[in-house]
């Protein structure tokens, strides 16, 4: 964002709710204010999994006789959970009664702020809460290990999220150029956007992702892992089954996607391998896991822990997201008229006008010039 700038109220309503959104899910806490939680939230939803409450059930099947993953699923119901574990868990990968009574009345705040009060950019939120503490389950503490001292020394670029410069494509996400979110950045849950859709053949398993697009078509006829010199930003899948578990086992990543919100954060190596497991636990539930391995970014392997729910009524839509949007080009175009208005108060010998360090998202300065573009404006 430049100044003067000139912003437009839908943008701006983007912007806040989803700078709203993201700092409550980094936080492990609901957008809303505290409400009582429904009868469906007032339990931690783990805790009442068919598998759970009864260890004889049994998935239901496909015609075929592989366990059913097929439907429409969200990770809606996991927003409030961190990614990482809060230090003042410690080892605790559940939530006491007490912590969890304020996470199902902040979700159920949220979700009556979404519904009820917000706008035409909702945020999503599910029906149920979960008693986990983070979505890292390994390490013990329930944190994403450190970088390495190579990782360390990458550039990370925030794209959009962060202040520029933008000079080439190159300055922009792959997320923000609507390419994708990869592997984990289109799993885990963001402010909306989160759905998936599973369709199974004897032979395969499909996975289309809600936001940016993307559709994984994973091979179950134990073919090799295609040539490494072959590189795909979603990797290159192979499953198998374990009993009632899906497992799949994914190489050959390009190195420029990362294992973030969205797909944010430093840039993985091509050397990383995700083992994720599937197994429906329940009519509604999914259990989900992902283990990280990367030696090259990370100091040590982690997992991730997500519960993959069905929503009342929820369909995927067309996310239509081309490359850029208008986010890479307004953003170059901005950066090229700052350029120009630093030219021109030198030449006046007048003050270099200030330059944002928020990013394109946020409210807007003081003094910004707003219009509406759906008015042409």
């Not at 995927?316 to 490359?323: A, L, P, R």
């Not at 090229?336 to 030198?346: F, G, H, L, P, S």
């Not at 300065?365 to 008015?375: L, P, S």
Request: charged share 25%; proline share 8%.
């Amino acid at each position: 964002m430049r100044s003067p700038v000139k912003l437009a109220l839908t943008a701006l309503a983007i912007a806040v709710s989803t700078s709203v959104g993201s700092a409550a899910f980094a936080q492990g806490r609901g957008a809303g204010p505290s409400k009582e939680p429904s009868a469906t939230r007032s339990v931690p939803a783990e805790t009442t999994a068919a598998a759970v409450v009864d260890k004889s059930w049994k998935a239901p099947r496909t015609s075929w006789g592989q366990p059913s993953l097929e439907g429409v699923w969200s990770t809606d119901d996991m927003r409030s959970i961190p990614l990482s574990r809060p230090p003042n868990f410690g080892t605790r990968d559940t939530m006491t009664p007490e912590e969890f009574k304020q996470r199902a009345s902040r979700d159920e705040g949220g979700k009556d702020l979404a519904s009820n009060r917000e706008t035409f950019l909702r945020n999503e939120w599910g029906i149920r809460s979960f008693g986990y503490t983070s979505l890292v389950i390994d390490p013990a503490d329930g944190k994403i290990p450190e970088l390495t001292a190579a990782a360390k020394a990458q550039p990370v670029s925030r794209g959009t999220f962060g202040p520029g410069p933008f000079n080439t494509f190159d300055d922009f996400t792959l997320y923000d150029r609507c390419v994708t979110r990869g592997l984990l950045g289109s799993q885990l849950p963001v402010i909306y956007g989160n759905g998936l859709r599973i369709v199974q053949t004897p032979d395969s398993v499909a996975i289309s992702y809600e936001m940016i697009h993307d559709t994984r078509v994973i091979p179950l006829d134990k073919r090799p892992h295609i040539d490494a010199s072959v590189e795909q930003y979603m990797g290159n899948p192979r499953g198998h089954w374990e009993g009632d578990t899906l497992v799949v086992e994914s190489t050959n990543f390009t190195g420029k996607t990362s294992i973030g919100i969205n797909g944010n954060g430093p840039h993985h190596s091509d050397q990383i391998k995700i083992t994720e497991t599937f197994k429906r636990v329940d009519p509604e539930m999914i259990a989900y896991t992902a283990r990280v391995e990367d030696p090259v970014t990370y100091t040590a392997p982690f997992t991730i822990r997500l519960m993959i729910t069905k929503q009342p009524n929820y369909e995927t839509y067309e996310y239509s997201c081309h490359e850029g949007n208008g986010a890479v080009g307004h953003a170059l175009s901005g950066e090229r008229a700052y350029e120009q208005q630093v030219a021109d108060a030198k030449a006046k010998g007048k003050p270099i006008p200030p330059r944002s360090t928020q990013g394109v998202y946020g409210r807007p300065q003081e003094g910004a010039e707003v219009f509406n573009i759906n008015r042409g404006e």
